[in-house]
Structures are given as structure tokens and as C-alpha cells.
């Protein structure tokens, strides 16, 4: 059983405009909580994350929220652009080894 | 520097068959993993070493084994591959073990089982 879902498996959006990624966990005990992007045929490459003891993390145009009570999380693109086209999993951890990965939201940035 | 390579690229297999997937890495990393890709389900984890001379199982460890004699090499074996073995696989690796630890992705070998 999954305990991460990304349940929008693809978005498209307009450059320069928002582009929002959405994730649900299931799992209370995760408190570490990531976005990697994957480019086709290259492994994925980290992007962002954040602790649970945070609820917004930003790194330049890209922000994650942490809504710990609705067991979600978003990640923010501003503004999109045509390099941001790339499958983007969210992932969750509890602090062990092992990471948990969403089934990724494939995203086109249209020009 | 290369990173994190992976071989072969793509194979082709008939079940039954045994495989040994490739995983170098030149950056002294101590930890190492492999997952799957699966359509829909996202990266499971396979195994994953701490560090050299050890390994631990993962979400999804049947049917696999990796060994880790030494820092840089981490390689997947089917012993008998099924086609359910059909898959995208990553290997990926850390500084330290731990998930704070960024993980570094390798290109991925497509695996075929027919």
C-alpha cells in the first residue's frame, strides 16, 4: 500500500505561470519530506525538501508547504519555465534509511 | 567526473536467466541503494548498504541480492529472473547514510524479462 501519492499524474501549464504539485502521505511518522525531478533517461536529481518542523521552505523559484494536520504537501514553481518540463516525485521519510517516493506528476511547461 | 554508472543500459532477458546489474561510483560515497521505477508506483527501494561489508533489505528485496565488497561497486543480482523483474532500475548513492543525506541518482538500466 502506498504511503505517499501524487494523484495528479500530469499538469500542464503556460511559461511564466505557477505550476503546483500536489502530494498526500499517509503515514504520521514521516518528518522528512523531498521532491526530486527526473529529466527522461537520467535518474532523478534531489530539488528541494523539508523538515516537519517547518511548514515552508523556499529555494529560489521553488517552494514546498508542509501541512502536517491534512498529511500534505505542495510544491510551487514561480515562474515556470520550458526546463521545469520533467517527471517530479515527491518522497517522505521517517528517520531511517529508507526513502518513500510518490508515482510522480509529469509536468509540461507549454511556451 | 562520472558520478554514479550504471551497466548495462538496457538488456533484454529470458526468465530464468541470471543477471547482474552494474552500479559505480567515484565520489567515495558511503552509502549506496538500489531502487525500481515502476509505472505508477514510483521508486521502491530494493536494498541498500550503510557501507562497505554491509547491506539491508529494502521494500521490495525478493528475488534480488546485492553484495558490497568495497566503497565504489554496489551490484543487483536476479538469480532467476521473472518477468515481473521487468523494470527501470536505479542505483543511487550518499555521503552518509540517512535520508538527510542527498541521494545521487545513476541514469537507470531498463530491464526486460521475457
Known amino acids: 500500500d502506498q504511503q505517499v501519492k501524487q494523484n495528479s499524474p500530469s499538469l500542464s501549464v503556460q511559461e511564466g505561470r505557477i505550476s503546483i504539485l500536489n502530494c498526500d502521505y499517509t503515514?504520521?511518522?514521516?518528518?522528512?519530506f523531498l521532491w526530486y525531478k527526473k529529466y527522461p533517461a537520467e535518474g532523478p536529481t534531489f530539488l528541494i525538501s523539508?523538515?516537519?518542523?517547518?511548514d515552508k521552505n523556499e529555494d529560489g523559484r521553488f517552494t514546498v508547504f508542509l501541512n502536517k494536520s491534512a498529511k500534505h504537501l505542495s510544491l510551487h514553481i514561480v515562474p515556470s519555465q520550458p526546463g521545469d518540463s520533467a517527471v517530479y516525485f515527491c518522497?517522505?521519510?521517517?528517520?531511517?534509511?529508507?526513502?518513500?517516493f510518490g508515482a510522480g506528476t509529469t509536468v509540461t511547461v507549454r511556451a | 567526473i562520472a558520478g554514479i554508472t550504471q551497466a548495462p543500459t538496457s538488456q533484454i532477458l529470458a526468465a530464468g536467466r541470471r543477471m547482474t546489474l552494474r552500479c559505480t561510483q567515484d565520489?567515495?560515497?558511503?552509502?549506496m541503494y538500489w531502487y525500481r521505477q515502476d509505472l505508477g508506483l514510483g521508486l521502491r527501494l530494493i536494498h541498500y548498504?550503510?557501507?562497505?561489508?554491509?547491506?539491508g533489505k529494502g521494500e521490495v528485496p525478493d528475488g534480488y541480492s546485492v553484495s558490497r565488497a568495497n566503497t565504489d561497486d554496489f551490484p543487483l543480482t536476479l538469480a532467476s529472473a521473472v518477468p515481473s523483474q521487468t523494470s527501470v532500475y536505479f542505483c543511487?548513492?550518499?555521503?552518509?547514510?540517512?535520508?538527510?543525506?542527498?541521494?545521487?541518482f545513476g541514469p537507470g538500466t531498463r530491464l526486460t524479462v521475457l
Open positions: 543511487a548513492s550518499s555521503e552518509l547514510a540517512g535520508v538527510y543525506n542527498e541521494q545521487f
Open positions: 565520489m567515495r560515497h558511503n552509502a
Open positions: 518522497a517522505a521519510a521517517t528517520n531511517d534509511y529508507k526513502l518513500s
Open positions: 503515514n504520521s511518522m514521516f518528518d522528512y
Open positions: 548498504s550503510n557501507t562497505a561489508g554491509t547491506t
Open positions: 523539508i523538515s516537519s518542523i517547518k
